[in-house]
């Protein structure tokens, strides 16, 4: 079984509905993130957070809103999507003792989700 | 500002030979660096990486090197195979901050 699961691995919907992507872990790790893919642009990070009560803003987080229900679900919602939201999105985890100042802090991603807004 | 950059977007290497794949970047507090690999409809998955007080990182057919000075990492991969063929992100972080990545590079390995 995958260490990180993401649902739906595909979904379309229309301009000006609310979705919602979920992720959960397997791993243990302490902090996750979301991340959206578009070609040419690379990786950029939406949110991410350290702990279950920690939620911070990354460099894209307009438009987007998360919710970390417990440390192993992360879950990024679009209040009114947009068709430029259309993208590849990602779900990673880390190990925090292995982040702070120790180590590389080492991300492990999810398959992602393929959405596409009309 | 791009603070991870990696200008090649695309490159061709045939089998056997020897892929580079270069990484710049900007800010010279970032203290780790790592190198993911992606294949389409799959999540990225980790590589290699190497700590700024080294310059060379070594993983079997990976290798990772580190010009601080420069501030400039390479991906060399000896020998390419086939397999290797994939996105290869590269990706700097510094204190306990999210890893900031490049735009990534294409490889194809032909054979």
Redesign the interface.
């Known amino acids: 079984d995958a260490d990180?699961t993401q649902t739906p691995r595909n979904r379309i919907t229309k301009t000006g509905k609310r979705i919602m992507l979920e992720c959960s872990q397997t791993k243990g790790h302490d902090r996750m993130?979301w991340?959206r893919q578009d070609p040419?642009?690379?990786?950029?990070?939406i949110y991410?957070s350290?702990d279950v009560k920690d939620i911070n803003k990354?460099e894209i987080s307009d438009g987007y809103s998360v919710s970390r229900q417990a440390q192993a679900k992360f879950s990024l919602s679009l209040e009114s999507a947009i068709p430029n939201q259309t993208a590849l999105y990602?779900c990673?985890t880390s190990d925090a003792s292995r982040?702070?100042?120790g180590?590389?802090?080492?991300?492990?991603?999810?398959?992602?989700t393929r959405l596409t807004v009309l | 500002d791009q603070q991870v950059k990696q200008n090649s977007p695309s490159l061709s290497v045939q089998e056997g030979r020897i892929s580079i794949l270069n990484c710049d970047y900007t800010n010279s507090m970032f203290d780790y660096f790592l190198w993911y690999k992606k294949y389409p409809a799959e999540g990225p998955t980790f590589l290699i990486s190497i700590s700024s007080i080294k310059d060379k990182n070594e993983d079997g057919r990976f290798t990772v090197f580190l010009n601080k000075s420069a501030k400039h990492l390479s991906l060399h991969i000896v020998p390419s195979q086939p397999g290797d063929s994939a996105v290869y992100f590269c990706a700097a972080r510094w204190g306990n901050t999210p890893l900031v990545f490049g735009k990534g590079t294409r490889l194809s390995v032909i054979a």
């Open positions: 990180v993130y991340y040419g642009l690379g990786l950029r990070l991410y350290f990354g990602f990673a982040g702070a100042g180590g590389p802090d080492t991300q492990y991603f999810g398959p992602g």
